[in-house]
């Protein structure tokens, strides 16, 4: 069953789910129109007791999974036409090496895709979900239920990361870093350094500098469209850096994919 312990936060100012919506919103206007599509909304439920458990957190603004909240029912649908999607986060779970009933945490999780492929293929694992969009919890908290599967999701403030120190062994993120600038990049690995037993495992999955140049070309037209600033770390290939900064150890670059909006590359570290 789904845990409906699901936290509620106030906004953030970073968007922690999904590709990049200015071109996104370009491949897949036309389809919308043809297939005639809806949006529906679906209410969050919290629990008071728990979110008082975390009212020292800060009131800050978010932006939207695809920038506009108007296209949040859309997500999954965009994701699947613009991005190898199934094939990046296949790729970031098997490099996880998830051991037997492991804590995991899925950060940025959106509408749960990652999350429940991590629950499937390793049913033991206490997985968690963690978003600070509450429109794209609606669709994680559905398809969750739908799929009956023992899930937590949370929505929090995009400051701290509601959980003790060293929590979970594995911490696994897909397509969020590049919505984040570097300082936040730079305080979000510090916290999930934080939240890591030793031994504990991070793999990122997100946009990095190619060495071709056309993927840099295609990752360059996203920089332009959604701005260069969050994007400068990811486009000089800095994100193995910045998790060595955090304190990570063994870091490399285990895999990458060649899209259409540039290279994506998985990203490991260990905390020793």
């Known amino acids: 069953m789904i845990n409906r312990n699901v936290i509620k936060s106030k906004k953030s100012t970073v968007n922690l789910t999904g590709p990049s919506p200015a071109l996104v919103s370009l491949f897949i206007i036309k389809r919308l129109m043809q297939q005639g599509f809806r949006t529906t909304s679906y209410k969050l439920r919290f629990k008071k007791d728990v979110a008082d458990n975390f009212n020292h957190m800060s009131t800050t603004k978010y932006i939207p999974a695809l920038r506009y909240k108007w296209l949040t029912p859309l997500y999954d649908f965009?994701?699947?036409?613009?991005?190898?999607?199934?094939?990046?986060?296949?790729?970031?779970?098997?490099?996880?090496?998830?051991?037997?009933k492991a804590k995991v945490l899925d950060f940025g999780c959106g509408t749960a895709t990652l999350t429940i492929m991590v629950k499937e293929l390793y049913p033991d694992a206490k997985v968690t979900g963690i978003d600070v969009d509450k429109e794209i919890l609606n669709k994680a908290i559905k398809k969750?239920?739908?799929?009956?599967?023992?899930?937590?999701?949370?929505?929090?403030?995009?400051?701290?990361?509601?959980?003790?120190?060293?929590?979970?062994?594995?911490?696994?993120?897909?397509?969020?870093?590049?919505?984040?600038?570097?300082?936040?990049?730079r305080k979000v690995l510090a916290e999930a350094f934080r939240v890591l037993g030793n031994k504990g495992e991070l793999f990122i999955a997100d946009f990095g500098r190619s060495k071709s140049w056309l993927q840099r070309t295609q990752f360059n037209l996203i920089r332009g469209l959604d701005g260069y600033k969050s994007t400068d770390a990811n486009a000089k290939g800095l994100l193995p850096e910045l998790m060595k900064e955090a304190g990570f150890e063994n870091v490399s670059i285990q895999k990458y994919f060649?899209?259409?909006?540039?290279?994506?590359?998985?990203?490991?570290?260990?905390?020793?």
Do not use: W
Not at 78 to 100: C, G, Q, R
Not at 258 to 272: A, L, N, S
């Open 78 to 100: 965009s994701l699947n036409l613009t991005m190898p999607e199934n094939k990046i986060k296949k790729a970031l779970i098997a490099a996880a090496y998830i051991p037997s």
């Open 144 to 185: 969750v239920k739908e799929k009956k599967l023992d899930i937590f999701l949370l929505d929090y403030d995009g400051s701290q990361l509601p959980f003790q120190d060293k929590a979970f062994e594995r911490i696994l993120s897909c397509l969020v870093f590049h919505h984040l600038d570097t300082d936040t990049k």
């Open 258 to 272: 060649r899209t259409v909006f540039g290279e994506v590359q998985i990203i490991g570290g260990e905390k020793i």
